[in-house]
């Protein structure tokens, strides 16, 4: 195991420094320039003739949608002059047009989306035709060449011959990974060779070669909405951190435009036409988590007046403190939170159960990460027979569901400490899944599990001994706020690193797992394994005898 230092809990952009520098020189670089997929696969769709539908995975809103018609804009001037019309609503009417009568004939004719987009593209939400499945045979078909024709403006009002379009239009369908599947089941064909596909990428990997056109993305958004300009580095490095932290990968940026754009617009407000320094970007987050604050504070608040028990100090058997992430239905953020997880344990047949699946809040990926936990200590155990105990694992005092199997290391140090009687160290934390062999397992939520922890340890005061136990593979995903990472540096909170149960169970027991060495948790457990035999085979007492003879019981 390792004591990570404060440098390993923020991402280091210190190699960046003379581009950064140099970040006024650097030309401004639109989205597309920083999606050579999406690129490449719209300059293939315009040269071909067919497919004539490309589906794009992307988030399914207008930003998103405008953001490819720009895209065909920065393409090439041959595809600039070409129509791409972005449509919201697909009405029969809207899409194919409408005609009216007078007389007999047809005296005034409105168009339809595909008459405006014909030579061009249509952009429309793979929603929009899943609300829609009526209109998409005969919308299909128009964009395959069959001729359509307009519909009437009035039903009692139509001609026997009305006009028929043939059009030449390539429809571009946008929609998230749900929404795409649930397109696939509607119609069968769009999984064949009938369309293309591609995906908008959401992050971007940093690199010596690919920092620069990053800080040109960046600059680019400042200009396209005249949102001003970095006053220096320290500005660009705040703007990092908080990068990788929306990621989680210190490695990675987002490159989403509606992030960039309303942290941008906010710190630009703040600003009085000056430049943006790091100070305008910290009150830009800090006037947002305000505004987002209540639920956790009043989640902090039930802890504090312990309505809800959490134990910063001490030891206790056979109960840990777990890390969790929480999720509210109509809360615009997911925010950490520490869970009690408890074990006892009493004579049966080696049964571990599960309580929050046997109540049924339970989903399917934390029972899985309880079979894999329960298959890895009983391989340690390397037992004969089944355990002569049965156990009880819960979250205390959870009443939604809980999923996920980032809590499956904790569950394991808990049931140990049932099994061994040993004591847990309530000053430190846990998170991570266990795998058969007792590797430990990288796990999502990082950052809001350790600030939740390190929350409560604050108000209830830090000992200087508290911290958490991750997976190593995690580090890289860490990007924590500044007052945890100050504490860090003054050694008043820590950060333990990984790879095997056998690396975290000494930690907060402050005993080998395994080992040569005298006493370690493994033995502990066998003795009181074979004590309970001696003890289940031993002859009964001559008041037993005496009792079994005359029949009483």
């Known amino acids: 195991m390792?004591?990570?230092?404060?440098?390993?809990?923020?991402?280091?952009?210190?190699?960046?420094?003379?581009?950064?520098?140099?970040?006024d020189k650097l030309p401004s670089l639109s989205f597309l320039d920083l999606q050579p997929r999406l690129k490449s696969t719209l300059l293939h769709f315009e040269r071909t003739n067919f497919p004539r539908i490309l589906f794009i995975n992307a988030p399914d809103n207008y930003v998103y949608r405008q953001q490819l018609s720009e895209c065909y804009k920065n393409l090439s001037s041959d595809i600039a002059s070409k129509p791409v019309i972005v449509s919201e609503s697909l009405s029969p009417e809207d899409l194919f047009g409408q005609y009216q009568i007078e007389n007999g004939e047809i005296s005034h004719t409105r168009q339809g989306l595909?008459?405006?987009?014909?030579?061009?593209?249509?952009?429309?939400?793979?929603?929009?035709?899943?609300?829609?499945?009526?209109?998409w045979p005969k919308f299909k078909a128009a964009v395959l060449g069959n001729a359509c024709s307009p519909l009437p403006a009035n039903s009692k009002h139509v001609i026997s011959h009305p006009p028929k379009h043939h059009y030449d239009v390539k429809l571009v369908i946008v929609g998230d990974r749900m929404q795409l599947g649930d397109f696939e089941m509607f119609d069968a064909d769009m999984r064949s060779a009938l369309c293309l596909f591609t995906e908008i990428e959401l992050d971007y990997l940093i690199t010596e070669n690919s920092f620069s056109q990053y800080i040109g993305y960046v600059k680019g958004i400042l200009t396209q909405y005249n949102l001003g300009s970095f006053a220096n580095t320290a500005a660009w490095h705040w703007l990092l951190i908080h990068g990788a932290r929306e990621t989680e990968d210190q490695q990675r940026m987002p490159l989403c435009p509606i992030w960039h754009r309303t942290l941008l617009t906010e710190a630009h407000n703040l600003t009085n036409g000056q430049p943006i320094t790091h100070q305008h970007l910290t009150q830009a987050i800090e006037h947002k988590n305000f505004r987002q604050s209540y639920l956790p504070e009043r989640a902090l608040a039930d802890i504090l007046e312990g309505q809800v028990i959490?134990?910063?100090?001490?030891?206790?058997v056979g109960q840990v403190n777990g890390l969790t992430v929480?999720?509210?239905?109509?809360h615009p953020v997911t925010y950490g939170e520490p869970a009690r997880i408890s074990c006892v344990i009493h004579f049966g047949d080696g049964d571990i159960a599960d309580v929050e699946r046997k109540a049924e809040l339970g989903g399917n990926l934390h029972a899985k990460g309880m079979m894999i936990m329960q298959a890895f200590l009983s391989s340690a155990l390397n037992l004969d027979e089944p355990l002569p105990f049965?156990?009880?694992?819960?979250?205390?005092?959870?009443?939604?569901?809980?999923?996920?199997?980032?809590?499956?290391?904790?569950?394991?140090?808990?049931?140990?400490?049932?099994?061994?009687?040993?004591?847990i160290n309530q000053q430190i934390a846990v998170t991570g899944a266990v795998d058969q062999f007792g590797r430990v397992q990288a796990v999502g939520g990082l950052n809001e599990k350790i600030e939740g922890f390190f929350k409560v340890c604050q108000h209830q005061g830090l000992t200087g001994h508290q911290g958490v136990i991750l997976p190593k593979s995690n580090l890289k995903h860490l990007s924590l706020q500044h007052d945890l990472v100050q504490a860090i540096k003054d050694e008043q909170f820590h950060i333990w690193s990984v790879e095997s149960v056998d690396e975290a169970l000494p930690l907060i027991f402050g005993k080998a797992f395994r080992g040569d060495e005298e006493e370690t948790i493994?033995?502990?457990?066998?003795?009181?394994?074979?004590?309970?035999?001696?003890?289940?085979?031993?002859?009964?007492?001559?008041?037993?005898?005496?009792k079994n003879l005359i029949g009483l019981h």
């Open 114 to 135: 595909l008459d405006r987009a014909h030579g061009g593209y249509l952009i429309v939400s793979a929603n929009l035709i899943i609300a829609n499945p009526r209109i």
């Open 326 to 330: 929480i999720e509210v239905p109509g």
């Open 310 to 316: 959490i134990e910063t100090q001490g030891e206790r």
């Open 522 to 546: 493994l033995k502990r457990i066998s003795e009181r394994i074979d004590h309970f035999d001696k003890h289940d085979s031993a002859p009964c007492g001559l008041l037993s005898k005496f």
């Open 390 to 423: 049965a156990a009880s694992i819960v979250f205390e005092q959870s009443y939604s569901e809980v999923d996920g199997d980032s809590a499956s290391l904790a569950e394991l140090c808990s049931l140990v400490s049932a099994l061994s009687e040993y004591p």
């Open 2 to 23: 390792i004591k990570e230092s404060w440098q390993s809990v923020i991402p280091n952009f210190s190699q960046f420094e003379d581009t950064l520098i140099q970040s």
